[in-house]
Each structure stands twice: as C-alpha cells, then as structure tokens.
C-alpha cells in the first residue's frame, strides 16, 4: 500500500466496499459508509491514481445523470497457489478477482527434499516470465498438502498421506523467495469452492481423492476447530469393524470412498475407470458400491450440519452425469428430506486446492487495504 492510502481512514472500507459488490458508485459507498461525496470522492481518486480501482462504464441512468460504475482492477496484485500430492504439481496465479491466470500440473513424486523445492521454484519462476507477472505485485504464495498443519501453517500436525519431515517451511523457504504459507488440501479446495459461489450460506466440502478429507465453510471463511484439524470427514466411521483405514482405525469413509478404489481398477487411472464405466458391468457393481457408502457419509454430514455439501477431489469431478443417483441414494437414508438437492457438484476440477490456497493471500490483502 502507498503513503498516501495509508494515511486515508477511508481508502480500506471504500475499497471493501467495491471489491465486495464488484460493481458500485460513488453514491452508494457515500451512503454505505455516511459520508460526504466529497470526502468519498477524494479517496476514489487516490485510489485510482494508484491502480486500485477504475471507472467500468455508466450504470442505466433512473433519471438524472448516470452514476459511474466502479470496479476493482482485477491484476493490481496476484497470489499464487501450489499444489503438492504425492505424484503431481499444481502451480495455479490468480488475481484479485479469482480469475486463473496461469495453470500448470505436471506429474512429478513428491520427496521432502531441497531438490525437490527448487525445482517448483524453477517451474515458478518461468511461469511468471512466461506470462509477464510483474514480482512486485505477487502477494504471496500458498502451498496445500494433504497434511493437517498447526495454525501456525508452518509446523505439521499429521502427515501419513505423503512423508515430510520437521522443519519442512525452513526448507521450502530457502528456495522461494516470496511471503509463503502451508495449508491443509482439502480445507484449500472447500474455499475455492466457497469464493466461487454466489451464496454466503455455510456448505461443506467433502474431498473425494486418494484420501478422503473436508472442509466446514462459513461464508467464505474454514471453520477449523479447537484444534485445527475440523472436517477430517474420511475418518467418520461409517461401517463399525469395517475395512482397515490407513489412519489405523476400521471402517472410515476413506476406506470406502477413497478414488483408489475406483482408480484401482485401472493401474491407478481413474479417467480410465470412468471412460469404461458405461460398458463395464463389474465396475458398475464396484460404482455402485462406492455411492451406497458414499451415501451413508454424505447423508451422516447433512443429519449433522443441515448444510449444502459440495462434492470435490478426483472423484468429485466425474460425478456431474451420476450425481441424481448418488441424491437417489441419499435421499432415501435421510429421515427429513425428500431428496438431496443439497449435493452438488464442485466447480473446480484440478485445480481447487491450489486456487484455495492462493485465495488466503487475496483475502489477506483485501482485509488489510
Ligand atoms: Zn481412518
């Protein structure tokens, strides 16, 4: 932020106020906040001298002169996400809009090592050239693992999806040179999720990948429990003495709803698994037994939470042409509800995680305008 924004009390809330309705006018942020069009009018223009914002246009006039259409200037500032599973790389820039940029996954084994971090760094930096993103505009870096982090997002909690190490934010930060931050995978896709929706409503995020986890979203923002480690819904026992779950408990949703069990089947290709699905009568039996158990945690989370459940990870992004039978399936288990149109689909194939993680650095600087 400059000086001169800085000494405005005003610039923050006004520029709130714009980012928040996308579109707005000089009038409605003077009576919004109780101020005069003059005072509202000097910190427009200080922050549109500094690339803030811009005038977008004229809304219909309803009588009078025509209002100016105010809007943020989406590239002011870009954020960056970077996705790490066990065998691929996600690298996702944003900017303050929530627009992808830049998207890139490259399959590459995860290994806790300086090797490894440098080579993202180097796939980082050459995005960044390739797409002329000015360094001094970046606001940061997110990174998601599918690892539970303490709050302070450096240290690690739990991690026994992909092996790391103490001190892995030391290592990472002798290799990127920008403000960066750990977050878990899941609670990263369940905001990306909940920044592209229209509602504010509370939903939940139910991760459906080589591990099944969650994330409780409150508006826009993860409700992360006492302890950090809130929505860890592949470990909801769902079958008492059921299969052995890799958490060392038996009978989690992950041992039943994990993409492996379906990927499988296919040397791990879960885009192979669907492409034959139609054709294939054993893995029909094998989806169908998915979505029966899926069912049962889907239906356990609605009982629990009475919120909209958005359906993500691998598995949720191939559920588009099954999902009214997965409601079907619901539907018939919960004692309130005639049908389950409170599933839904998730907007992010791929990327979710990596987006989410980058949001954090958006939402950061919005706050702090
Ligand atoms: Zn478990």
Known sequence: MTDELCKNK????????????????????????????PTVTNVLNVLKDNGFIYNAGSFSSTGGRKANILSCVPNARY????????????????????????????????????EYYEYISQELEQLLDM?????????GVGISMPVIFNSDNKSIFYATVIQTFPGIY??????????????????????????????????????????????????KYISVGNNH??????????????????????????????????????????????EELDTNTGYQRVFDDYLDHLAIGVNNLRVCYDYDIVLGGYVGAYMTDYIDILKEKVAKRNPFEKNADFIHVCHYKTEASAVGAAIYFIDQFVQSM
């Not at 820039?93 to 084994?109: A, E, G, P, S």
């Not at 958490?247 to 885009?271: E, V, W």
């Open 10 to 37: 005003y610039s923050g809330d006004i520029y709130r106020i714009i980012y928040h309705e996308k579109q707005s006018s000089r009038q409605n942020i003077a009576s919004a906040l109780g101020l005069s069009l």
């Open 131 to 139: 797409h002329s993103i000015p360094r001094n505009k970046l606001l």
């Open 170 to 219: 030391d290592r990472i930060e002798k290799h990127l040179p920008y403000p960066f931050l750990l977050f878990n995978d899941a609670n990263s896709a369940g905001l990306a999720e909940s920044w592209n929706s229209d509602s504010n409503q509370a939903m939940l995020y139910l991760s459906l990948s080589n591990s099944v986890g969650g994330a409780t979203m409150n508006g």
């Open 229 to 274: 480690r809130a929505s860890e819904f592949g470990h909801m026992c769902i079958i008492p003495n059921g299969k052995k779950c890799y958490c060392g408990q038996r009978g989690c949703l992950d041992a039943y709803c994990s993409a492996l069990i379906l990927s499988d089947f296919c040397d791990g290709n879960l885009k192979a698994f669907f």
């Open 79 to 114: 954020s960056i996400g970077i996705d790490i599973t066990k065998n691929h790389l996600s690298i996702a820039i944003i900017d303050l809009d929530i627009n992808l940029i830049v998207q890139k996954r490259i399959r590459y084994r995860f290994v806790d090592s300086d």
